[in-house]
């Protein structure tokens, strides 16, 4: 069977249809039970994973790297960079790795100041929030400045 493109891409969004109905458990490391349960997607065929795999690696080549500039939402960036890795289905040290690839200017330079403290993705993430997160009050002071435009209620 030869598999067009708009087959591919029907077969891209069942697959995410799918993906997005799964509950996910929460890890209780209390709990009597020890094996986490893990989903994967479920390829029908080689062609198909293939396809799923290029798909993934052309979202990251596309993602927007972080300077670390005030006009730069690190919280936005950082949520839509960990969406991506996560339809690539990378790991946690992986997703430590590619990132270091997404900073520039200031952000690049902070991040090869404070790498001896930060070794792992969840430590990343949140030491990244830390120093570029605006603070409450030049949020409230942007807020308090902007104008409402034409057309908005």
Do not use: C
């Not at 077969?11 to 249809?17: D, G, S, T, W």
């Not at 080689?46 to 300077?67: P, R, W």
């Amino acid at each position: 069977m030869v598999l067009t493109r708009l087959n591919h891409q029907q077969i891209f969004h069942r697959e995410v249809q799918r993906l997005f109905r799964i509950e996910l458990e929460l890890f209780d490391p209390l709990a009597p039970h020890i094996n986490p349960i893990v989903y994967r997607p479920l390829f029908v065929s080689a062609m198909e994973e293939q396809f799923m795999n290029n798909v993934a690696k052309e979202q990251i080549k596309t993602l927007t790297k972080f300077g670390g500039s005030a006009n730069e939402d690190v919280l936005k960036w950082l949520q839509d960079i960990e969406e991506v890795f996560d339809r690539a289905q990378l790991q946690p040290s992986n997703k430590y790795l590619a990132v270091q690839s997404y900073l520039i200017n200031a952000a690049a330079k902070w991040f090869r100041f404070n790498k001896s403290s930060i070794n792992e993705w969840s430590t990343f993430k949140v030491a990244i929030i830390k120093a570029y997160q605006p603070s409450l009050h030049e949020t409230l002071l942007k807020m308090e400045q902007r104008h409402q435009l034409p057309g908005e209620q």
